[in-house]
Structure formats: structure tokens, C-alpha cells
């Protein structure tokens, strides 16, 4: 069910990725530029408006009160409950360690200098409504604004067709310590967000999943605020060695096609034994599974192998198609992970699925999709902080240093950039 791709030719493989990622038509753009203005201009009666347009339901209260919220919480089962909670202890512990701390660098002549971290003052998550309810993404997005100290932690998410909450979500908001949830959803739940209207101040960065519109919605709005990403279809990249067992590697790679018919699943090993057993597995696995129709499309357009000469050059592969996840199903898997250098999340050994990152592990499901990360890292504290440089010259320290200021700003034919130390330096010498 892998096509397999000929070692000699890795190309083919970044070619099929790729085409995956096609761009958003200028068709939404223009429905989705008309939306932003819309909410720009009119605020909430613009959002009541979408609201019943798309999502079919009347909408007065925007915001879910605090006892509306807490209701659909307390609807949750016992043992969702229970997962939750220890999911959330888990995801908050690995992003502590990821708190960063301002320094300052004291110099010789009363020169210091420094940087402070500052977590963002508001940020907003969108979570998608319909069928798919996610409430593992709340925790993800939710609970690194939190530990990163942001005071104002806004979700979005589309009502239901009665206009009330999905229980699951209201719980996971409340577990992971968001402060305001909105009814709304699609490119103008992200108007919202960014420009603000009547009942929802805007923020400062917007973070979450959603579908075309609200992707094209996110580009069209950055600059205006930060976004985390455009997110691609999810892909899963396993390396494996002779000893993996095929029926673990197939259902890892179901996990990631089922999300969706342009999802890739993709196994690279140096034992052709292995990839026919997969092959096997992935066979008699998907059949069974609710959602054949999704899987055995996404196998048969982007489920791809390649037969590697050895786990090295399997490690040179992935590192040049930079997947979302990456699997070291190898039976020493901490040498390999040294050698990998792109790939938003690593999982370890046999045992490592990749569904415990997306649940319960700690580290976190939202990561760099379409090759990208080359360049980006996974959600975490990072994305909810700003730094603030700082500077502090003495007299003595211009005095010494005017000259070298003044050569820089003149040879950039900057005279006001010079002048401004260059003063300095002659109302000095007047003391």
C-alpha cells in the first residue's frame, strides 16, 4: 500500500510533499478579504451575521458566560475528566522548561546593557467546530500562553447548531485557565481577534488549527498580529530497522492518514522485509477502521517508502523532507536523534507512539508542517513572549566610544546619526 520510490531518487518524494501544499486561491482571499473588512467596519452585527449565514444558528450573547461555561464542564465523563488532568499536569511541566530568563551584561565605565522577556499582554486560539472536536488542542495552544505569563487568553470557537458549547471544549478551556470564550468561528472569528469589535477587545497573536478560510483569514491579518503558523496537512515520516514490528509501524501510519485524504504517511528502512510486512499490516488494519475511505486515499496518493542502503541515510532522507513527525523506531534511538536536524517532534524507540505527543506525553502537537521545519519550531512558551533590549551608556563610556559611532554613522552618510553622539561629546569637553 507504500509506494515505494527508487533510494537513487529522493526528489520524487519532496515532489509529491509539495503538492500537497497548494496555495489559497485568490477566489478565498477575495471572499475572505470581504469578511475582515466586514467585521472591521461593523463589529458584532457583522459577526451575528456570519455566525447565522455559515453556521445556521441566531446568535445574541457572543461571549459564554462563566456558568454557561462551567455547565458544559461539568458534563464531561469521569474518565475524560481524569485523562485530561493528567494530560494537562504533563504538557505544563515540559513547556515550564521552557521559560526563559532576562539578563544583564554589566560592562567596564558604567556601560550595561541587557534584554527583558515580556510574555504578550493577550493572545487568542481558535478551535474548529463541526463533527471534529479537538479539545487536546486547547491544552496545547492554551496552557504555553499560561506558563509564558499571558494575562488574557481568548478562544473562538463555532457554536453548535443549539448555539452551546461542545462539553469536551468548555472542560479542556477551563483546565488549561483560558479567560474569555467567544461563540464564533471562520475568518470572522480571526476579524475579530485581530481588529477587535463592540464585545471583543482584539489581541496580539492568534494561534490554532481551522479550515481554508481561516488560514487564508490568519495570512491576511499578520502584521496587524502575530499568527503561529499556516498549518499544511499533517504528515508522519517513520525510520525503522529490521527488528521494528510492522503491525506498530502501520498503525502509526493510519494515525496520521486518517486525519485527512492530502495527509502523508511515509516509512523509510533498510529492510525490504520489513516494508512488505508493513504493507501487509497497513492492509489488514485499514480495513476495519471508521474511516477507510480517508485512509486508503491518503495511502495511495501520499503513502509513500524508500529502501535505504542504512539508518544513516534513511536519518539524510528525513532530515531533507523535514517532516511534522518523525518516528525513530530503531532499537537505539538517541545516537540516530543526534544526526537529525529537521523535524518538528522526534518520537523514540519501539514503544514511542505518535499519539501519546499528540495526547498525553507533554510535548507539544502543534508543529511545522510542509517541510518547514527547516526554519520553525513546534508551539511552545516561545511564540507567547516578546524581548525588550536595553542599553546604558555613562559619560566616560561616549567619551570613549563617540569616534567609532560618528566613522559608522557618517561612512552610512547618516550626519543627524553622528551628531547625536557628536554633541554629546562637545558639551562635554564645555564642562
Known sequence: MLE??????????????????????????????????????????????????????KVEDLRISDEELQAAADAVSPSFKEAMEKAAANIRSFHEAQKQNSYLIEKDAGVYLGERVLPLSSCGIYVPGGRAQYP???????????????????????PSKDGRLNPDIAFAAKLAGVDEVYRIGGAQAIAALAYGTESIPHVDKITGPGNIFVAAAKKLVFGKVAIDMIAGPSEILAIADEKADPAYLAADLLSQAEHDPMASAILLTPSRPLLNAVNAELEKQSAVLPKRQIVEASLKNYGKAIVCQDIHACIAYANAIAPEHLELMVEDPMPCLNEVVNAGSVFLGYYTCESIGDYFGGTNHVLPTGGTARF????????????????????????????????????????????????????????
Open 4 to 57: 515505494e520510490i527508487d533510494a537513487g531518487n529522493p526528489e520524487a518524494l519532496r515532489k509529491y510533499l509539495d503538492s500537497r501544499s497548494a496555495e489559497i486561491s485568490d477566489d478565498v482571499l477575495m471572499k475572505v478579504s470581504a469578511i475582515l473588512r466586514d467585521v472591521r467596519e461593523n463589529g458584532d452585527a457583522a459577526l451575528r451575521k456570519y455566525t447565522e449565514q455559515f453556521d445556521g444558528v
Open 136 to 158: 487536546s488542542s486547547v491544552l496545547m495552544n492554551a496552557i504555553p500562553a499560561k506558563v509564558a505569563g499571558v494575562k488574557r487568553i481568548v478562544m473562538v470557537t463555532p
Open 376 to 431: 520553525s519550531s513546534a508551539l511552545g512558551v516561545d511564540a507567547f513572549i516578546k524581548k525588550s533590549c536595553y542599553l546604558h551608556y555613562s559619560k566616560e563610556a561616549l567619551e570613549r566610544d563617540a569616534s567609532y559611532i560618528m566613522t559608522m554613522a557618517h561612512q552610512e552618510q547618516l550626519e543627524a546619526h553622528a551628531r547625536a553622539a557628536g554633541i554629546r561629546v562637545k558639551n562635554n569637553e564645555k564642562d
